[in-house]
């Protein structure tokens, strides 16, 4: 008899991944591939929906062309995606209406501000935990309808069908059999109601978006459909988990227990909180939002969402063409001499996210001399990536009302040490790195496997992965306050270059 494997797929921002998982956890083939970002005007960011469907599929056969593996082999194949990232399609042709609007996009902003403006920020946030921002998928659903013309009364004909990106991929695996979606990107989508686990029909009222284009709910662990793709033929390979990539980073560090915080260093950086089964709402401006659900069970999460961490990195390989692969920043940051004004980068490339959620503010780069090299601008970017870890990290604390001791990393960054070191150092806090750092497939992985009884509980996946390297902070407390007040004060001074921008 084959042995089994479970398949999970991570749609993420830059690239889609495939990862086939054995029964001890181990990753024994994967396959990744980038696809194009669509940038239609300042500020805009899209995706081709089956450009990204296309490309999971080029991922899946890899994955298992790498592995030598026979398709019947795969036991179950578990999702998870770039949440917020939002489409619409036709449900008889299949076809998407409009571009995916991808979650760092600022085009919905006006319909945002308008929310606030209108007064609607708290209604908003006891209803959904979210703050009203162009992040979420409820601005982008509504701007969709807007532009494509008669797109608002198809949907009110129920012609359209909404989906995040799990949907979508649910959708195109099943052959258009189900049109469902989570409760952890639902979650996100600023139209679910945290109390009650339902689409909020206040909310839909307020932003005229008809409830039967949205998808049906469901947990995080569970079969959904068998998937029809070619890979696997008359082969029924059931579609048991789906969860938005940042819970389920959380679900792959296995941090099942209240308080246990973990950070995701990608395309942005996202710190969660696992606060158990209640919601906590923030004081602070964080986020409140699903964990996951298992069963009937709910845990709620905490997070402080950052729009630009390691996509920083990227603009100064691509876009100052200052080295050729991201990680070469790190033996760069760590040649930069220590200088006596320090260097400070504020990568508001597309606003700042938590905890300041200011659309106005744009990039910044404070106290350049002329002897500032690449070196340094290397160093402040990596620095700047972990300041924001930090503001999230302190607001959670304050909202949490709680110490956190220990924080958990994971993400395509969180490989360079430079910036692990000087993250455990300006946070004053532990950091453990995940053994295994595809952790967000692993989470998507283990909840797949969890429904179909390739794994039997919390406990025995526990046992399945050990801790990698762990950074200790050693820089002197006075030194690190002074820079972090220099980081603060770069903050307020690029929220006040936007403010004078917007009196003009
Ligand atoms: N060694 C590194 N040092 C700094 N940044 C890095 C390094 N390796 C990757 N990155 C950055 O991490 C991001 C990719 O991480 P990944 O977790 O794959 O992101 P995503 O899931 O958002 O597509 C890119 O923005 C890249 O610039
Ligand atoms: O694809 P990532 O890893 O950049 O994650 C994107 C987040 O889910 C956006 O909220």
Same mark, same amino acid.
């Given at each position: 008899?084959?042995? $089994? ?22 990753? &024994? @083939?994967?396959?990744? /591939?980038?696809? !194009? ?26 994955? =298992? ?10 036991? @179950? ?62 601005? !982008? ?14 949907? *009110? ?34 139209? =679910? ?18 409830? !039967?284009?949205?998808?049906?709910? $469901?947990?995080?662990? *569970? ?34 227990? $209240? ?19 209640? &919601? ?10 699903? @964990? ?16 630009? /961490? ?74 700047? &990536?972990?300041?924001?870890? $930090? ?5 959670? *604390? ?31 806090? *532990? ?30 996946? !526990? /046992? ?28 307020? @001074? ?11």
């Amino acid at each position: 008899m084959y042995e $089994k494997y479970i398949m999970a797929i991570d749609q993420g921002t830059t690239s889609s991944r495939a990862i086939i998982v054995n029964q001890v956890g181990q990753i &024994i @083939a994967s396959d990744q /591939a980038e696809f !194009k970002q669509y940038y239609p005007q300042a500020g805009w960011v899209e995706h081709d929906p089956q450009e990204i469907w296309n490309n999971v599929q080029k991922v899946m056969s890899g994955a =298992l062309i790498n592995g030598q593996l026979d398709p019947q082999q795969i036991h @179950a194949i578990g999702i998870t995606n770039q949440r917020e990232t939002s489409l619409i399609w036709d449900q008889k042709t299949g076809q998407p209406i409009y571009n995916a609007i991808v979650w760092q996009s600022r085009q919905t902003s006006a319909i945002s501000d308008d929310l606030l403006d209108k007064g609607y920020g708290s209604f908003i946030q006891e209803r959904t935990g979210l703050i009203p921002d162009a992040y979420f998928s409820a601005t !982008k659903i509504r701007w969709i309808l807007d532009h494509v013309p008669g797109a608002q009364a198809r949907a *009110e004909a129920g012609d359209l069908l909404f989906g995040t990106i799990d949907t979508w991929l649910l959708w195109k695996l099943s052959n258009g059999q189900v049109h469902m979606t989570d409760y952890t990107n639902a979650s996100r989508t600023m139209l =679910l109601n945290l109390k009650t686990l339902d689409w909020d029909d206040e909310i839909l009222h307020l932003l005229n978006i008809p409830k !039967k284009i949205l998808p049906q709910l $469901k947990s995080n662990s *569970e079969i959904y459909a068998h998937a029809q793709s070619y890979h696997f033929h008359d082969h029924q390979v059931p579609i048991a988990a789906m969860i938005g990539d940042q819970q389920a980073a959380l679900f792959g560090q296995l941090a099942f227990e $209240k308080g246990m915080v973990k950070s995701t260093y990608g395309t942005g950086a996202f710190i969660i909180m696992n606060t158990g089964q209640e &919601i906590r709402l923030s004081d602070h401006q964080l986020l409140s939002t699903v @964990a996951y659900v298992l069963g009937d069970q709910v845990t709620y999460a905490l997070e402080g969402s950052i729009f630009v /961490a390691g996509s920083a990195i990227q603009w100064l390989r691509d876009g100052l063409n200052l080295f050729s692969k991201a990680s070469e920043s790190e033996a760069l940051a760590m040649d930069a001499s220590d200088q006596e004004t320090p260097i400070y980068m504020v990568p508001a490339f597309t606003g700042l996210g938590a905890p300041y959620w200011n659309p106005d503010v744009r990039g910044m780069i404070l106290g350049l001399s002329r002897g500032t090299n690449k070196a340094d601008l290397a160093k402040a970017t990596l620095q700047a &990536i972990a300041y924001q870890v $930090k503001d999230v990290v302190d607001t959670m *604390e304050a909202d949490a009302k709680m110490e956190i001791n220990q924080v958990r990393v994971d993400g395509g960054a969180a490989s360079n040490h430079y910036l692990l070191q000087f993250q455990a150092d300006i946070l004053g806090k *532990e950091l453990v790195q995940a053994q295994e750092v595809e952790t967000t497939a692993l989470g998507a992985a283990y909840l797949a496997g969890l429904a179909t009884n390739y794994w039997q509980s919390l406990d025995q996946l !526990k /046992a399945l992965l050990g801790q990698g390297q762990v950074f200790q902070p050693h820089m002197d407390q006075i030194q690190g306050q002074k820079l972090y007040q220099g980081w603060q004060k770069a903050v307020k @001074a690029a929220a006040y270059y936007a403010d004078l921008c917007r009196e003009d």
